[in-house]
Structure formats: C-alpha cells, structure tokens
C-alpha cells in the first residue's frame, strides 16, 4: 500500500491550496480516506474523512472552508482547502480509514 500525499506549500492568510493523495496497492473505490494534520507541537487531528460512495464529514474548525472529493479513475483523494488561516499550518496526511496505512504528509504554511 503507497498513499503519496502532495501539494503543499507556503500560501498567504486568506488564500487557496489543493492537496493530493495518490493511492496505490489497494481497492480504492472501496476504502473511506481521510485527511489529518499535525500543527508543531500539538497531537494530529482529524481533518476530514470522505466515505467509499463520496460523502465527506469534516472537523468543525474547517467546514465550509476545506472541501474533500476523490477521482475513482486516478485513485486519488484531494483536499480544497480556502481562507486559509495560519492556524491551518501544519503537516497533513492522508489515510485509508480503519487501517494503519498513512501517507508521508506533505506541509502546508500559511502566512499572516
């Protein structure tokens, strides 16, 4: 199993980002995914998640600002994150729900 999150970067307060997660070694189309992220210092939290049919819950700290979605063709998972603030700055992951399968994270900074 390979989950290669990519797409993050430095972004200003306010702007947009999408990330990706590319899944490979597994049924994708039958597996929930979710995203997580790590800010320094604090323990990782629970993005969003996003069923096998395409139906996504998300932490009350992000709803209406990130979106989760995923593409059955390209077996790849993606989160639209806008008004972004910094205190979205953090590592994020990717994760096939109910498994201990986590991607590598890629960093998202958001400047005030």
């Known amino acids: 199993v390979q989950l290669q999150a990519s797409g993050g970067g430095l972004v200003q307060a306010g702007g947009s980002l999408r990330l990706s997660c590319k899944a490979s070694?597994?049924?994708?189309?039958?597996?929930?995914m979710g995203w997580y992220r790590q800010a320094p210092g604090k323990q990782r939290e629970l993005v969003g998640t996003?069923?096998?049919?395409?139906?996504?819950n998300y932490a009350d700290s992000v709803e209406g600002r990130f979106t989760i979605s995923r593409d059955y063709a390209k077996n790849t998972m993606y989160l639209h994150m806008s008004s972004l603030k910094p205190e979205d700055t953090a590592v994020y992951y990717c994760?096939?729900?109910?498994?201990?399968?986590w991607g590598q994270g890629t960093l998202v900074t958001v400047s005030s």
């Open positions: 996003i069923t096998s049919g395409g139906s996504a």
């Open positions: 994760h096939r729900e109910s498994t201990s399968d």
């Open positions: 070694g597994f049924i994708f189309r039958f597996n929930a």
